[in-house]
Nanobody
Framework: QVQLVESGGGLVQAGGSLRLSCAAS????????MGWFRQAPGKEREFVAA????????YYGDSVKGRFTISRDNAKNTVFLQMNILKPEDTAVYYC?????????????????WGQGTQVTVSS
């Protein structure tokens, strides 16, 4: 079992930046591939970014490429999402998730553990 807790969300103006954190506890964090997803009201869950267990492989959704960066610190059991040049359409609840494959995969069905989410609101 892995417990995930996101933090760092908030209200920011368009063009600004936020850094989300996801702290993991439970089993060995470095065994898991990690992902970030988001869901806006009335919309389906959307893949944002993923990292392999080592952090050596990353994968991004098309809408965030070049603006968001996923990273992880296995010594601190934490994964991060640096979000730059934020847009109003980035407004959503952001979730981190862990997959047991250790891979950077985009499909949410591969993720077994999920956090509770953190709200990000970007004003225009």
């Amino acid at each position: 079992q892995v417990q995930l807790v996101e933090s760092g969300g908030g209200l920011v103006q368009a063009g600004g930046s936020l850094r989300l954190s996801c702290a993991a506890s439970g089993r060995t964090f470095s065994n898991y591939g990690m992902g970030w997803f988001r869901q806006a009201p009335g919309k389906e869950r959307e893949f944002v970014a993923a990292s392999s267990r080592s952090g050596g492989n990353t994968y991004y959704g098309d809408s965030v490429k070049g603006r968001f960066t996923i990273s992880r610190d296995n010594a601190k059991n934490t994964v991060f999402l640096q979000m730059n040049i934020l847009k109003p359409e980035d407004t959503a609840v952001y979730y981190c998730a862990a997959n047991e494959y250790g891979l950077a995969v985009p499909a949410h069905i591969h993720y077994k553990y999920w956090g509770q989410g953190t709200q990000v609101t970007v004003s225009s």
